[in-house]
């Protein structure tokens, strides 16, 4: 579509030294903490109490979406923050933030600032109100008063009705009466248990991209005249309920403009009581643009990015903060941006060049102003997280063709400049579609940041997407969510992270007949025999089929039951509003409203138990050389005096493995990727529809790794498993054999996404790195190839290992060094040390000596 | 029991003798003086009101079932029981009394490693867990002042 | 000549036997006994045994395995080699790889099925396959079939040699199907090089001037630098001279690896007497210099 017409060279020199105000805002925005905010959990409480949704068997969309017109009319419209908190468990203190922000408004009161929702998960916090502001691990500050005003007012009323305890309560007791042990619910059970399965609708409501389509084409305004022409008289019961809706949506796309107004009314204000005539004018500029935006459909790039970021926070009130993602940013905007330039001169266009970027910068910094709750055992063993707001660009048009455009290499240079964890920004590539400057772009920016965008393959992913149903114009505009997952933009109502599964219980499962080590002697699932009478090695894959069968079920009941409180608790008017689907069938997305209703389990553990299925197969079955009691006992010895079984299953040239570009190994990847998809897309959810399956981890496996014992693979107990759908650790010490394995898995099987990282040693000559780099994706993603769809994804560690210990020893000069997790990026110095280890571990191809570094064993203390 | 300065005496001894009785029993103790002079003087003063319309039962027991303890509160009063309830909002079961204080007093390492060592069960409503864990650290680290209470 | 052809090591995704991403055969055995050698394990053309101590943990299934009393945990080296008849059985069970039968036979379409799996990244990154040993030329039956369906598909191929074969048969069978030729020019001296490589470089010098001259293939000359041997001024410059002679401007020095050593060792053979050290980096720019000198038209290594 579009020819790229933006000034490479210009781009590549404007660097953050142009923009002293960005750059110093940026600088602050590294020395300060997060700080909780309590406004939203204050203002939704007061409303709750004085309207009495506390007592209400079910909430309604209308009562929800006043409850969100109420936070938008009272919370404090801010323009610029004035001050930040420095690390407070070092002693240090508050400090003036000089915030020249073009984007007014923010998601919380606080310049950085950790979003509550009670209604979820906000309580958690609760018994660390004292000590959250001066842990060691990623300090939240609270103030004394805030912390008081959370523990006795705000806390208390949600004891029991957070999405959580009304399902415990509606569907395993008998309706709101207090459980006794004996019904405590069996799915309950295993999600406290930690190491089957977690279901994410207790902490959120779900993974999506929204659809800003409307709001740049009609404006806010437009888009409530759509839905006041909507509403009908209501006669049936069906008309009442799409009454209800409708009128649900008119009320929060009405506080959205109100929250507008009083942003531009603070900004006036503001400029009043200024003396400096350039500050008067940025805030009269700020007010002109809010009185209008988003209630009038934008005319410039600028007005488009108000629009987004003033829906975007409205979007946060509802949604909590853990992977909700903006979209295809640079489609969006293109239009725009075409617009202002198209009748710039040369030098009038460089001067707008500059300027965009800088605006997109300014944005990033606002994406990036709150962060999601985070207890501290969470941090222990999850940590180091953000929100996750993926950011999409590039990749192929509705008619299939190169969507590349000017905006994309604008966000591509925003994102190198700014080094953010979040926005996470991921790269959409066709092989055959987009052109090698633009992979070239994409390794030039990967090999400077050291990790920032991930590549996704286009022809792999609409394949994936058509499989399980989306239509070819569903499937080419899609975008990512969170770390990896793939959704059709502001149609999926998709929650791909819905279900997160450790597939390695279930390989425990199977060989402890039921039982799993970290729960001890109690039978957990259905007995599927003693391993050590399987005559075959079928007996054993059937087995682990039949429990993988028992934990999807669980987890898949556990989420539809949160699903059905969601429904009846927590309807979503403001995501409503901003979808496609909602607004023709005048229903909910959480109802089934959205065009696509899949929900998504994310697996966790596949190599390692792909290994150690191929493990048993060869040796306790084909070679018989290892008796399935005798490798129990080394399991529960943790190899301990196993030496010789040990080696033997620690070694790829004797135990095949996944990622060896070993068809042995990798035919029960293909397998056992087969029967997930299977099992999965067999279930419907409480929407109707079924579910997907990704392969991405966020730290999980560090996590959950902790809880698992030794496996038949050689992995020790408590050790990590390999990430997202990564192979082991130094399986290979070519890239191309791991690649190749990768490229067998059939795509459709991965339609919820995949996170293959590779840690890549950085080159003396970033050239010829950048040559290798992009050769290297094409060749990955079958380039040229009709029949052959590559693989799904990769992402890229190019940090060197010397930097990472470095990092280690002076986390105060490394505050902004970026590392791919699992899917998301993190700033490495926030990561626990069992994930720092982790990703130190992971093997390291090496691009200029050909061969990957066995990377020695790190010796850190945890 | 005394009361003040002595009290607290009492209560800083060896902290792997506190039973859950003992904590309870000056936890009910907190509440019903924290408003007198006696309490005041321990910075417990405004400690009441955690408890000022908060009706819940709490058990406590060992993994054995030997060791049982109940905490009902209820308007305002706290009362300390042993034995078991019928009804209750959260059961904690817990290996030795020692795991228990650990999993409620420590912060993030510590409840992992009680996690891992699967040391303390938890059931029934997390939340009333939460709000007990900021009561208990509250009472104990904020209003005595105690940096720690495990070496 | 009539032995089969056994392969050392198959390296994939390479970057520097050659342009492009790149897989690298190593065949094994040479007519060639440099002292310097950094693959010793590629010298003979049969099978033999290495073992790593450092791998070895001592569970004995090697002994239990083998039926000619060759193996004893008492011995440091493990293998009595007088004994071992070179079946391979104690490899096959050797849990951690501590001992290794080196030199394994491909049929030509199996060692093709591996080389052209990573097909797409030779053609994505201008790469191919790059033919090295050992002296690969040793086995021109075998690499003609197997370079012609390479060839077939369009690959690149690259080869590596000493330069010690017979010319003719080399033209016939191999030639045809090089796109590039890295060629070894170890030392200029005849006597030097005889008592270094354990051969004359006559036919060395002969295959090199008649390749330069009656062949279009691209030939690299790459100087193996080992310290005291090939790097001194007298050799570099003799090269040096040599290939202006026959019109080369460029030359690839290649740096010292003194890896072989270990190697020896783990191989049951005695380790020549050889620095045991890398080269400094400023000792390499020396020598590049050196070079430099002696061909004026130098253009350069990269």
């Not at chain 1, 962060?371 to 222990?380: I, K, N, R």
């Not at chain 1, 994930?835 to 990377?855: D, F, H, N």
């Not at chain 2, 997390?126 to 709000?131: A, P």
């Not at chain 3, 003979?44 to 299934?61: N, Q, S, T, Y």
Request: glycine share 6%.
């Amino acid at each position: 579509m579009a020819g790229i017409t933006i000034n490479h060279e210009n781009l590549s020199c404007w660097d953050l030294a142009q923009f002293p105000k960005l750059m110093a805002l940026r600088d602050k925005y590294f020395a300060a903490i997060p700080e909780m905010c309590i406004e939203r959990p204050r203002l939704i409480t007061q409303y709750h109490l004085q309207n009495g949704l506390f007592d209400k068997n079910k909430i309604s969309i209308l009562d929800k979406a006043k409850t969100y017109r109420y936070v938008l009319e009272n919370r404090l419209p801010i323009v610029w923050h004035e001050k930040a908190m420095g690390r407070h468990d070092v002693g240090a203190d508050r400090f003036d933030v000089e915030d020249t922000s073009p984007f007014a408004g923010s998601t919380t009161s606080k310049f950085k600032g950790v979003l509550l929702y009670p209604e979820l998960f906000g309580l958690v916090m609760w018994p660390e109100l004292n000590t959250v502001s001066t842990r060691p691990s990623n300090p939240f500050y609270i103030s004394k008063k805030d912390a008081e005003e959370l523990n006795f007012k705000i806390y208390p009323p949600w004891m029991k009705k957070t999405v959580w305890e009304i399902t415990r309560y509606r569907h395993y007791c008998n309706q709101f009466q207090e459980p006794t042990t004996d019904d405590y619910p069996d799915e309950m059970k295993l999600f406290q248990n930690v190491v089957f399965f977690l279901t994410s609708k207790a902490i959120c409501i779900s993974h999506c991209i929204p659809d800003f389509s409307m709001v740049l084409k009609v404006g806010l305004s437009g888009m409530i005249l759509d839905a006041k022409e909507k509403k009908i008289s209501s006669e049936n019961d069906e008309e009442v309920r799409q009454y209800e809706f409708y009128s649900a949506v008119v009320e929060v796309l009405e506080g959205i403009i109100s929250y507008s107004k009083r942003l531009a009314d603070e900004a006036a204000r503001l400029a009043a009581s200024s003396n400096d005539a350039e500050t008067k004018d940025k805030l009269s500029e700020i007010v002109n643009r809010y009185r209008k935006i988003p209630e009038s459909k934008p005319d410039t790039f600028l007005e488009a990015l108000t629009a987004i970021w003033t829906c975007w926070t409205a979007l946060h009130l509802e949604n909590a903060n853990i992977g909700l993602s903006l979209g295809r940013l640079d489609q969006l905007l293109y239009p725009f941006y075409e617009k202002d330039v198209a009748s710039l001169c040369k030098q009038k266009r460089t001067e707008y060049d500059k300027c965009a970027l800088e605006l997109l910068c300014y944005l990033w910094l606002k994406i990036g102003d709150h962060v999601p709750t985070m207890l501290e055992a969470g941090e222990q063993l999850f940590g180091g997280t953000g929100s996750n707001q993926a950011v999409t660009i590039g990749g192929v048009d509705e008619k299939g063709e190169d969507a590349v455009n000017d905006v994309t290499y604008l966000i591509l240079r925003a994102a190198e400049l700014m080094r953010l964890r979040d926005p996470n920004l991921a790269a959409r590539y066709h092989p055959d579609k987009n052109s090698r400057d633009y992979l070239k772009r994409l390794s030039e920016v990967n090999i400077k940041t050291g990790a920032i965008p991930a590549i996704h393959n286009d022809k792999a992913v609409l394949k994936a997407l058509m499989s399980k149903g989306d239509s070819e114009g569903q499937a080419r505009d899609y975008g990512i969510v969170g770390c990896v997952e793939p959704v059709s933009s502001g149609r999926t109502f998709g929650h791909n992270a819905a279900i997160i599964l450790n597939l390695a219980s279930a390989l425990e499962l199977a060989l402890y007949d039921g039982k799993h080590r970290h729960t001890g002697p109690k039978q957990i699932s259905p007995k599927t025999g003693d391993p050590t009478t399987f005559g075959s090695f079928r007996d054993f894959w059937l087995a682990f089929q039949e429990q993988t069968k028992w934990l999807i079920n669980r987890a898949t009941t556990l989420n539809d039951q949160l699903g059905k409180t969601h429904q009846e608790f927590y309807p979503t008017p403001v995501l409503s509003a901003f979808f496609k689907g909602p607004m023709d069938k005048g229903m909910d997305v959480l109802q089934g409203g959205a065009e696509i209703n899949s929900s998504g389990a994310a697996i966790i553990g596949l190599a390692d138990v792909v290994d150690s299925l191929s493990a048993i197969k060869k040796w306790v079955y084909d070679k018989k050389q290892i008796p399935f009691s005798r490798l129990l006992e080394a399991l529960e010895a943790d190899f301990e005096g196993f030496s010789d079984i040990f080696g033997l299953l620690e070694n790829t040239n004797k135990t095949p493995k996944f990622g060896n570009d070993d068809n042995y190994a990798d035919s029960i990847a293909i397998e056992v990727v087969s029967f997930l998809d299977k099992e999965f897309y067999a279930r419907k959810n409480y929407r109707d529809a079924n579910y997907r399956v990704g392969y991405w981890t966020m730290t999980f496996h560090a996590g959950i790794g902790k809880f698992t014992g030794a496996l038949p693979n050689g992995r020790r107990s408590q050790a990590n498993f390999a990430s997202g759908i990564t192979p082991v650790s130094n399986v290979t010490h070519y890239l191309s054999k791991t690649l190749n394995s990768l490229a067998k898995l059939p795509v459709q099987a991965l339609s919820s996404g995949a996170a293959l990282n590779i840690k890549y040693t950085p080159e003396p000559d970033p050239n010829i790195m950048c040559d290798h780099f992009a050769a290297t994706v094409d060749a990955f993603f079958g380039k040229g190839e009709e029949t052959n769809h590559g693989g799904i994804q990769i992402q890229f560690n190019v940090t060197s290992q010397e930097t990472f210990l470095e990092a280690m020893n002076h986390p105060e000069k490394y505050f902004d060094l970026p590392v791919r997790v699992s899917g998301y990026t993190a700033y490495f110095v926030d990561l626990n040390r069992q994930m720092q280890k982790e990703i130190m571990e992971r093997t390291e191809y090496l691009l200029s000596p050909g061969q990957a570094q066995p990377s020695a064993p790190v010796d850190i203390q945890i | 029991m005394t009361e003040g300065a002595s009290f607290l005496d009492w209560l800083l001894g060896n902290t792997e003798d506190w039973s859950v009785e003992r904590f309870l029993g000056f936890m009910k103790w907190a509440f019903e003086h924290s408003d007198h002079t006696s309490g005041a003087a321990l910075g417990l003063k405004g400690y009441h009101e955690n408890i000022e319309n908060f009706k819940a039962v709490y058990v406590f027991e060992t993994e054995d079932h030997l060791v049982q303890a109940t905490a009902c509160f209820n308007d305002g009063s706290m009362v300390v029981g042993t034995g078991g309830a019928t009804k209750w909002d959260l059961k904690i079961s817990f290996k030795d009394v020692l795991a228990l204080w650990k999993f409620i007093f420590s912060g993030g390492n510590d409840i992992v490693d009680s996690m891992l060592a699967n040391d303390v069960q938890v059931y029934g409503n997390l939340n009333y867990l939460y709000k007990f864990g900021f009561m208990a650290k509250d009472l104990v680290f904020q209003r005595l002042g105690l940096k720690r209470i495990f070496v | 000549m009539n032995r089969r052809p056994l392969v050392v090591d198959i390296k994939r995704y390479c970057f520097h036997d050659g342009p492009g991403i790149r897989s690298v055969v190593f065949f094994k055995g040479c007519p060639l006994r440099c002292i310097f050698c950094h693959n010793p394990e590629a010298q003979e053309m049969g099978p033999e045994m290495a073992f790593l101590v450092e791998r070895c943990i001592k569970c004995g299934a090697c002994v239990k395995e083998c039926q000619h009393d060759a193996l004893n945990l008492a011995v440091p080296g493990r293998i009595s080699r007088d004994k071992c008849n070179l079946c391979g059985k104690c490899a096959e069970v050797c849990p951690t790889d501590a001992l290794r039968l080196i030199g394994n036979y491909y049929s030509v379409e199996s060692l093709f099925d591996i080389l052209i799996r990573d097909f797409d990244y030779y053609r994505h990154s201008g790469g191919g396959v790059t033919i090295s040993g050992g002296e690969c030329t040793l086995f021109p039956n075998y690499l003609s079939k197997l370079l012609n369906n390479l060839k077939n598909r369009g690959i690149h191929i690259v080869l590596e040699t000493s330069g010690y074969f017979d010319y003719g048969s080399f033209q016939s069978r191999i030639l045809p199907y090089l796109d590039l030729i890295y060629y070894d020019i170890k030392l200029a001296d005849d006597e030097a090089h005889q008592r270094y490589c354990g051969k004359p470089n006559t036919i060395i010098l002969e295959n090199f001037r008649r390749l330069i001259t009656e062949s279009d293939v691209e030939v690299h000359s790459r100087v193996p630098l080992a310290p005291g041997i090939t790097d001194t001024e007298e050799n570099l410059s003799a090269i040096a001279r040599l290939l202006r002679k026959y019109g080369v401007k460029r030359v690839w020095p290649i740096p010292y690896n003194p890896l072989g050593l270990v190697k020896f060792q783990t191989l049951g053979r005695r380790a020549p007497k050889i620095q045991p050290t890398f080269m400094k980096q400023e000792q390499e720019k020396k020598l590049l210099e050196i070079l430099k000198k002696n061909i004026p038209e130098f253009i350069g290594s990269g």
